[in-house]
C-alpha cells in the first residue's frame, strides 16, 4: 500500500506561483510512475502532469503546459509541481496519484492510478 500526503496548497493571487509537494511512505517509489491530477467543485478530476519513472519523461495537460512543472526525487521519495503564472481557473483540490506502471509507460487518466493522496487546496484569487 503506497500512502501519499500533498502539502503546500494555499491562497495566491493570480500570476503568483506555488509549488505542491507530495510525499510518499514507500521505501523507493523509483517503480512507479507519478501523477497530479486536480477537482475544481462541482467538476470532474482531471488530469494535470506526469513523470515517468526515471524523471526523463513528463506529460502535461493543455491548459498547464509552460506554466506547470512536475518533478520527482526518487532518493527522497518525492514528487513536486511547481506551478506559476496561476489563474483563476487553476483553483481546485489537487492530487498526487501512483501507478506501478511497466517502464516508459506513463499513464494519463484517473482510474491508470491505484494510490491517491487526500489533496491540498489551491486557490487563485485576487
Known amino acids: 500500500q503506497v500512502q501519499l500526503v500533498e502539502s503546500g496548497g494555499g491562497l495566491v493571487q493570480p500570476g503568483d506561483s506555488l509549488r505542491l509537494s507530495c510525499a510518499t511512505s514507500q521505501r523507493t517509489i523509483s517503480g512507479y510512475s507519478m501523477g497530479w491530477f486536480r477537482q475544481a467543485p462541482g467538476k470532474e478530476r482531471d488530469f494535470v502532469a506526469a513523470i515517468s519513472w526515471s524523471g526523463d519523461s513528463t506529460y502535461y495537460a493543455t491548459a498547464v503546459k509552460g506554466r506547470f512543472t512536475i518533478s520527482r526525487d526518487n532518493a527522497k521519495n518525492t514528487v513536486a509541481l511547481q506551478m506559476n503564472s496561476l489563474q483563476p481557473e487553476d483553483t481546485a483540490v489537487y492530487y498526487c496519484?501512483?501507478?506501478?506502471?511497466?517502464?516508459?509507460?506513463?499513464?494519463?487518466?484517473?482510474?491508470?492510478?491505484?494510490?491517491w493522496g487526500q489533496g491540498t487546496q489551491v486557490t487563485v484569487s485576487s
Open positions: 496519484a501512483a501507478a506501478a506502471t511497466p517502464a516508459g509507460y506513463v499513464p494519463q487518466v484517473r482510474f491508470q492510478y491505484s494510490y
